[in-house]
């Protein structure tokens, strides 16, 4: 096509309105060439209107794509990576869950020699320890007694509170000891009120023994951690 029927083109498609940009990728000729082409022309104020407002839609467009193609590229990462966690952990061994319910009751138990309490607001972190407790100490559950810490806000819900930690870990709301509020006044309104459980304080009744045999584990690491040369 000679240039004088490109530039042709080019001014009769101006004419209808459309932008130097979306003229410039139609024909694929740079858009200082078509703004030199095109600068005698004069569109309407509707016709500016609508290229501001088109220019902005593929603007908005664009940031969306570019979102949603960062998402899946970080939702990509995280699953490479939890494969990969999965693949060098396997399947947990008893030595294993020793160490890991060792670990935390290091980072979140009673340390105050005599007593064995746990205390989290992790479901998850209770069912293990919970788990550590019964199936690898083999601590009978009857002498495993939680109570329920939280909000005095949360009062009026205390009963499906209670029965969430009750199905949870398996255990008898008659098991539980007296649930304790904390009265602190709170001036923000928050979004989970009605999934949040409060805190679960888990208390293994006549401990004494079993808390002296943590902190000896506990000992372990501290001396393991003394000759270790990095």
């Not at 030199?36 to 104020?45: A, E, F, G, P, V």
């Not at 664009?62 to 990576?81: C, F, M, P």
């Not at 208390?203 to 000896?216: D, E, I, N, R, T």
Request: aromatic content about 10%.
């Amino acid at each position: 096509m000679a240039r004088f029927e490109e530039k042709l083109i080019a001014r009769n498609i101006r004419r209808k309105g459309k932008s130097i940009k979306d003229i410039a990728k139609k024909l694929n000729i740079g858009k200082s060439t078509i703004s030199i082409w095109c600068r005698d022309i004069k569109l309407s104020n509707k016709q500016l209107e609508n290229i501001y407002k088109n220019g902005l839609k593929k603007s908005l467009l664009g940031g969306l794509i570019g979102a949603e193609v960062n998402h899946q590229k970080k939702l990509n990462e995280i699953s490479t990576r939890y494969k990969e966690a999965s693949q060098i952990i396997g399947k947990l061994s008893v030595r294993d869950l020793l160490i890991a319910g060792v670990c935390l009751y290091w980072a979140e138990g009673s340390k105050t020699k005599g007593r064995f309490i746990f205390v989290n607001s992790d479901p998850i972190m209770i069912k293990i320890i919970f788990i550590f407790l019964t199936e690898i100490l083999g601590v009978d559950k009857n002498l495993i007694k939680p109570t329920v810490q939280i909000n005095l806000i949360h009062q009026p819900r205390i009963k499906k509170v209670m029965k969430f930690w009750s199905n949870h870990l398996n255990i008898r709301l008659d098991k539980f000891g007296k649930s304790y509020f904390v009265k602190t006044v709170h001036k923000k309104v928050y979004e989970n009120y009605h999934n949040y459980y409060g805190i679960l304080r888990l208390q293994v009744l006549k401990g004494s023994s079993l808390q002296y045999k943590m902190l000896g584990f506990i000992d372990v690491f501290t001396k393991y951690a003394g000759i270790v040369q990095w």
